[in-house]
């Protein structure tokens, strides 16, 4: 099956340091793929899609230049918080879409936990 | 507006069958997904239904209603393991998933 990897799992940073997360499809090509953030005992918040080659699409109330997106090859998209606050702590999770049998599919990586002190 | 509901909380026997539901309005429609969390994990795909009837997988089953805007995610020989969070969304005409809140499913013994 389709596998994505992400990479750290947990970060514990000081305020003010930046962070960078990796999100890689292991055994697909993915043009697109997916940020999202999730407090505790909520939902999904899709914070930004990332298509390979060009600038990401980001959701109202996103900020571009703290989060920045990159998605440089088919199998690798980073997401950088820059000068990480201790509001930006969360669980940041990603995804990269297949298609298969004529379906669009996010299959997610492990996710990121972020601590800023 | 966009707009998915599904019941916050489920609680089963183990052993038994359980259904959550889920109904949802869309702009376009094309396709309605069903993924499984547990606390403290990323979530993992369970199911897509792009038409109407019933997909089975397994213990587990996915309905879809396009009609009536109404899938159902159904659970059968319910193990602890199943406890979890289970997400439904649906894929609007920009093939954006708009996200339920997920129904968390207790099991008891």
């Known amino acids: 099956g389709a596998v994505v990897s992400q990479h750290p799992s947990r970060v514990i940073c000081k305020s003010g340091t930046s962070v960078k997360i990796e999100c890689r499809s292991l055994?697909?090509?993915?043009?697109?793929m997916f940020w999202y953030r999730q407090f505790p005992k909520q939902s999904l918040m899709l914070m930004a899609t990332?298509?390979?080659?060009?600038?990401?699409?980001?959701e109202q109330g996103v900020e571009k230049d703290k989060f920045l997106i990159n998605h440089a090859s088919l199998t690798l998209s980073t997401l950088t918080v820059t000068s990480a606050h201790p509001e930006d702590s969360s669980f940041y999770i990603c995804?990269?879409?297949?298609?298969?049998?004529?379906?669009?599919?996010?299959?997610f990586g492990a996710g990121t936990r972020l601590s800023v002190l | 507006g966009q707009n998915i509901d599904q019941p916050t909380e489920m609680t089963a026997t183990e052993g038994a069958i359980v259904q959550i539901n889920c109904t949802y309005q869309?702009?376009?429609?094309?396709?309605l997904f069903w993924y499984q969390q547990h606390a403290g994990e990323a979530p993992t795909f369970l199911s897509y239904?792009?038409l109407d009837g019933l997909e089975e997988k397994g213990r587990f089953s996915s309905f879809l209603s396009r009609s009536k805007g109404y899938s159902y995610l159904l659970l059968k020989e319910l193990q602890m393991k199943d406890s979890a969070s289970y997400l439904c969304?649906?894929?609007?005409?920009?093939?954006?998933?708009?996200w339920g809140a997920g129904t968390k499913l207790i099991i008891k013994p």
């Open positions: 995804s990269a879409q297949e298609t298969s049998g004529g379906a669009d599919i996010q299959y």
């Open positions: 055994d697909f090509q993915a043009t697109t």
């Open positions: 990332s298509n390979e080659g060009s600038k990401a699409t980001y």
């Open positions: 869309t702009s376009g429609f094309n396709g």
């Open positions: 239904n792009v």
């Open positions: 969304a649906a894929m609007d005409s920009n093939y954006q998933l708009i």
